[in-house]
């Protein structure tokens, strides 16, 4: 019990999660880190090419909410945000876009590991707004169940020179829930 204390005093790791327009499924990750990851984890969201309006996919919020978790401050942002020099430094780097789908991915310069979680945009599912909503809910939860296993890593593994390795690696457990 004394290690999980112990990593606790040392700062959170910093994770930002980027996708093109910031509204949907780096939103979501950035929500469910910040609630799951306790004071180990602290998580960021931006995009290459945010939302003008600055407001996440109200769906996303909707899902958030119905899965109990706090949609306080989050707006979508340009990853320009976190190159400053006043900008939290990040340990590592998830990309959630869906490269099948033809996106760019935004690549990020600097020396934070990095993965890529590859999901699909639940903002293009077309349907009545119940069924575009159960998108939303499905892509949460596959982000969660990554998420969890991210979180659940020993701290040998959540090390600056391990880190990437061990976020990519979960980039291959299948996350299809029922």
């Not at 939103?27 to 969201?45: C, D, K, P, T, V």
């Not at 939303?136 to 959540?158: D, Q």
Request: glycine share 6%; proline share 8%.
């Amino acid at each position: 019990m004394t290690t999980s204390h112990a990593h606790s005093a040392h700062a959170p790791l910093n994770v930002l999660f980027l996708c093109t327009h910031n509204s949907a499924r780096s939103i979501l990750a950035e929500a469910l880190l910040n609630h799951l990851g306790g004071n180990r984890f602290r998580a960021f969201s931006a995009g290459s090419s945010p939302r003008e309006n600055q407001q996440p996919n109200p769906l996303a919020i909707r899902a958030l909410q119905a899965a109990g978790v706090s949609t306080e401050g989050l707006h979508s942002k340009s990853w320009d945000v976190f190159a400053g020099p006043d900008a939290p430094h990040m340990d590592l780097i998830i990309t959630v876009c869906d490269n099948a789908a033809g996106e760019v991915c935004p690549v990020w310069p600097g020396r934070p590991a990095t993965a890529h979680w590859g999901y699909p945009d639940p903002s293009n599912v077309e349907g009545t707004e119940e069924e575009r909503l159960r998108a939303f809910s499905r892509t949460l939860a596959a982000i969660r169940h990554r998420l969890e296993l991210l979180i659940s890593l020993p701290p040998a593994k959540l090390a600056k020179r391990k880190l990437g390795e061990s976020a990519q690696a979960l980039a291959t457990t299948p996350t299809q829930v029922a």
